[in-house]
């Protein structure tokens, strides 16, 4: 019986707290893909999945080879898994859900709103160089981790 209502409370804090992770765009699913950060995570963290809707992924992709301005391209060995789960874990909360300008997490709306008080050159300073070098603030990007306590902006 104990036990019993000690799971219900904590099914239950999972049903509140997931949608309040999604709404922060934040969730990296609990189960990784052996191979997601080796193979997207050599330039830049292996962004979280949930962090763009699937059609920016597939876009993301199928053009690999001219990525940003460099080119990623990988064997299409490597490539079909990782777009497989990408599109699996793909963001579907409403915020996450439209697609950004050029599929990038930090052109989102919602990523503008977080950093609003990030100011643009701030994001230029050498030690951190592009908005999309989130493991320069966030010390704990790499498991998931954007809380306000994680971030620490180098000088
Ligand atoms: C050879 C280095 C390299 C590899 C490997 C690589 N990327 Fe990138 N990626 C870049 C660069 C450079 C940028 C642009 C960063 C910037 O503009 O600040 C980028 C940007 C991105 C962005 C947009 C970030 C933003 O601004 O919001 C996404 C999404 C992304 N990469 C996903 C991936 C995925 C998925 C993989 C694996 C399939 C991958 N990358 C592998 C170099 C790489
Ligand atoms: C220049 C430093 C910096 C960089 C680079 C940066 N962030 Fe942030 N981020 C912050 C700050 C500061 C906040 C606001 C923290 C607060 O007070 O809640 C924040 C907030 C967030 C939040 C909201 C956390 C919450 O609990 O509400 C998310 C999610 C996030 N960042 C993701 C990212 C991602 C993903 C990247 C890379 C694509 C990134 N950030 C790059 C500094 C940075």
């Given at each position: 019986?104990?036990?019993?209502?000690?799971?219900?409370?904590?099914?239950?804090?999972?049903?509140?707290?997931?949608?309040?992770?999604?709404?922060?765009?934040?969730p990296m699913p609990r189960a990784a893909l052996p191979g997601?950060?080796?193979?997207?995570?050599?330039?830049?963290?292996?962004?979280?999945?949930?962090?763009?809707?699937g059609a920016s992924w597939q876009r993301v992709m199928t053009g690999l080879d001219r990525h940003y301005g460099t080119d990623?391209?990988?064997?299409?060995?490597?490539?079909r898994p990782i777009s497989a789960w990408l599109q699996a874990n793909a963001g579907t909360y409403k915020r996450v859900r439209e697609v950004?300008?050029?599929?990038?997490?930090?052109?989102?709306?919602?990523?503008?709103?977080?950093?609003?008080?990030?100011?643009?050159?701030?994001?230029?300073?050498?030690s951190i160089k592009t908005p999309a070098n989130c493991t320069a603030c966030h010390g704990g990007a790499e498991q998931?981790?954007?809380?306000?306590?994680?971030?620490r902006i180098p000088k």
């Open positions: 019986m104990k036990t019993n209502s000690v799971s219900l409370l904590a099914a239950l804090c999972a049903a509140l707290i997931t949608p309040l992770a999604q709404a922060d765009g934040v997601y950060a080796q193979e997207c995570g050599s330039c830049h963290l292996a962004f979280p999945p949930g962090m763009l809707p990623a391209s990988m064997d299409v060995a490597s490539t950004p300008p050029q599929d990038r997490i930090t052109l989102a709306n919602w990523f503008k709103r977080k950093h609003d008080e990030v100011a643009p050159e701030v994001f230029r300073r050498a998931g981790d954007f809380s306000e306590h994680a971030v």
